[in-house]
């Protein structure tokens, strides 16, 4: 299985900061990544695909980058709505694998 | 708008068999555009993938899980179902069913509110 190991696993952040999260994979795996964010008592909704496609609906502050084994998920200017949980899944090989979240709070 | 709704029992007992429903609303599972699947979690830890169906019927399932999944399909109802056999308290998660547009490459981009299964005797 391939593994994808999330960094930090919590953030503390304030409105306006610049925010990166990191995604690794144990093996490469193309671009075949996506970001979902994920709020308590809810669903995750996907916000990146294909490692940088931004889904519809999702604000442009969102992006994301990275190709084989390292990605970043960024939000150039954070929101209060974006204080939230993030995880990235791999959709390389079987079976799609999901890092174990980024917790980012408010500072 | 695409909907996904999960239904099914929320307490199974010990070595039991867990059974869920999908009920599709907005959308086909018999189209050949994606993938429809099932991921659970934990109380407050992440997400699992379980398993994948396609329209054609095949599945796809995550080996550590293999052995006591089946995901099947029924067009007629729009629906497909998680059975999970054997189940034990390491089972207990919010279950939920979603799709994953293999057209566009997405990832899951629709998913149902989950439904929450406690495993207890």
């Known amino acids: 299985d391939i593994q994808m190991t999330q960094s930090p696993s919590t953030l503390s952040a304030s409105v306006g900061d610049r925010v990166t999260i990191t995604c690794r994979a144990s093996?490469?795996?193309?671009?075949?990544l996506a970001w979902y964010q994920q709020k308590p008592g809810k669903a995750p909704n996907l916000f990146i695909y294909k490692a940088s496609s931004l889904e519809s609906g999702v604000p442009s502050r969102f992006s994301g980058s990275g190709s084989g084994t390292e990605f970043t998920l960024t939000i150039s200017s954070l929101q209060p709505d974006d204080f939230a949980t993030y995880y990235c899944?791999?959709?390389?090989?079987?079976?799609?694998?999901f890092g174990q979240g980024t917790k980012v709070e408010i500072k | 708008q695409l909907q996904l709704q999960e239904s099914g029992p929320g307490l199974v007992k010990p070595s039991e068999t867990l059974s869920l429903t999908c009920t599709v609303s907005?959308?086909?599972?018999?189209?050949?555009?994606?993938?429809w699947g099932w991921i659970r979690q934990p109380p407050g830890k992440g997400l699992e993938w379980i398993g994948n169906i396609y329209y054609s019927g095949t599945t796809y399932y995550n080996p550590s899980l293999r052995s006591r999944v089946t995901i099947s399909l029924d067009t007629s109802k729009n629906q497909f179902s998680l059975k999970l056999s054997s189940v034990t308290a390491a089972d207990a998660a919010v279950y939920y069913c979603?799709?994953?547009?293999?057209?566009?490459?997405?990832?899951?981009?629709?998913w149902g509110q989950g439904t929450q299964v406690t495993v207890s005797s």
């Open positions: 899944q791999h959709y390389n090989s079987i079976p799609w694998t």
């Open positions: 093996q490469s795996i193309s671009s075949w």
């Open positions: 979603a799709r994953e547009d293999t057209s566009m490459e997405k990832g899951f981009d629709y």
């Open positions: 907005g959308g086909s599972v018999s189209s050949s555009r994606y993938y």
